[in-house]
T-cell receptor, first 115, second 113 residues
Framework: GAGVSQTPSNKVTEKGKYVELRCDPI?????LYWYRQSLGQGPEFLIY????????DSGLPNDRFFAVRPEGSVSTLKIQRTERGDSAVYLC?????????????FGQGTRLTVV | GESVGLHLPTLSVQEGDNSIINCAYS??????FIWYKQESGKGPQFIID?????DKRQGQRVTVLLNKTVKHLSLQIAATQPGDSAVYFC????????????FGTGTRLLVSP
């Protein structure tokens, strides 16, 4: 189906390495969200894109985290100098509109493990 | 900081029973709430939402109740089925004009046949 696609589904990396996580939203969706979900917890907001611009990046934990969406479609979440505490499932969601009444569809997530 | 939380971490029911999952929120200014279902290895799936100007909303087999006086949400699932087994999250919107959701820690629903 044409849902939100995230790649890779699993990523194991060594502490200190750089990683990129990719999100392909549903075609035509202008709003895109990244969340992070730690084991046994609910997702935590990281960043929101409306089109190409990051409208709210207040959830990014520190300057090691960065996300882009250069053409207003695919988004990449980039993590520099990974730490073991970055291990989590990173979820992407998209919606056709930025307003509250539009359902956001989540991808299956990328499970990141930093060893 | 303000947060959304759940009273029961695990709820076990028999197939056919009605299930009620509860959630307390702390931000009295929140105006939009969503319930999500998450199965193992999958992303959250939208179930039902409600705005703060309503106190009840019904979907297919699900009902969400909102009590703003005590800042409490509940999700009622009628005739619970084994396929309903999952973790359920309530989420509170903290964004202005867009969905910036604060999720609770979740309740695991176990449905026995």
């Amino acid at each position: 189906g044409a849902g939100v696609s995230q790649t890779p589904s699993n990523k194991v990396t060594e502490k200190g390495k750089y990683v990129e996580l990719r999100c392909d939203p549903i075609s035509g969706h202008t709003a895109l969200y990244w969340y992070r979900q730690s084991l046994g917890q609910g997702p935590e907001f990281l960043i929101y894109f409306q089109g190409t611009g990051a409208a709210d990046d207040s959830g990014l934990p520190n300057d090691r985290f960065f996300a882009v969406r250069p053409e207003g479609s695919v988004s990449t979440l980039k993590i520099q100098r990974t730490e073991r505490g970055d291990s989590a499932v990173y979820l992407c969601a998209s919606s056709s509109d930025r307003t509250l009444n539009t359902e956001a569809f989540f991808g299956q997530g990328t499970r990141l493990t930093v060893v | 900081g303000e947060s959304v939380g759940l009273h029961l971490p695990t709820l076990s029911v028999q197939e056919g029973d009605n299930s009620i999952i509860n959630c307390a929120y702390s931000n009295s200014a929140s105006d939009y709430f969503i319930w999500y279902k998450q199965e193992s290895g999958k992303g959250p799936q939208f179930i039902i939402d409600i705005r703060s100007n309503m106190d009840k909303r019904q979907g297919q087999r699900v009902t969400v109740l909102l009590n703003k006086t005590v800042k409490h949400l509940s999700l009622q699932i009628a005739a619970t089925q084994p396929g309903d087994s999952a973790v359920y999250f309530c989420a509170e919107n903290m964004g202005t004009g867009f969905q910036k959701l604060v999720f609770g820690t979740g309740t695991r629903l176990l449905v026995s046949p």
